[in-house]
């Protein structure tokens, strides 16, 4: 079955940087579009950044600038590097992979909190 894992979560100060992992297992990962989403207490679940399976990418407003996502499709994994990090970037951090409309699949999350 498809498996999402993230991993690189943890306590930062503001203006500090992480960086996120996802490995996937159980798809053919080049063939899926990936993203991260994020979800702080009390709000809805956002989109941080996507990358499809050709490569293209793209970033919620508050992130932009700040925020890279990647891919390395040889070891199924998919990265989000974070920099300046805010402490309205404090969420819970999570993997989606999606292929056409039936596949979609979410991992488990990762904390992320910024904090002096």
């Known amino acids: 079955q498809v498996q999402l894992v993230e991993s690189g979560g943890g306590l930062v100060q503001p203006g500090g940087s992480l960086r996120l992992s996802c490995a996937a297992s159980?798809?053919?990962?080049?063939?899926?579009?990936m993203g991260w989403y994020r979800q702080a207490p009390g709000k809805q679940r956002e989109l941080v950044a996507g990358?499809?399976?050709?490569?293209?990418?793209n970033y919620g407003d508050s992130v932009k600038g700040r925020f890279t996502i990647s891919r390395n499709n040889a070891n199924n994994t998919v990265y989000l590097q974070m920099n300046s990090l805010k402490p309205e970037d404090t969420a819970v951090y999570y993997c989606h992979a999606q292929y056409g409309s039936w596949y979609n699949y979410w991992g488990q999350g990762t904390q992320v909190t910024v904090s002096s």
């Open positions: 159980g798809m053919i990962f080049s063939m899926y579009a």
């Open positions: 990358i499809a399976s050709g490569g293209g990418t």
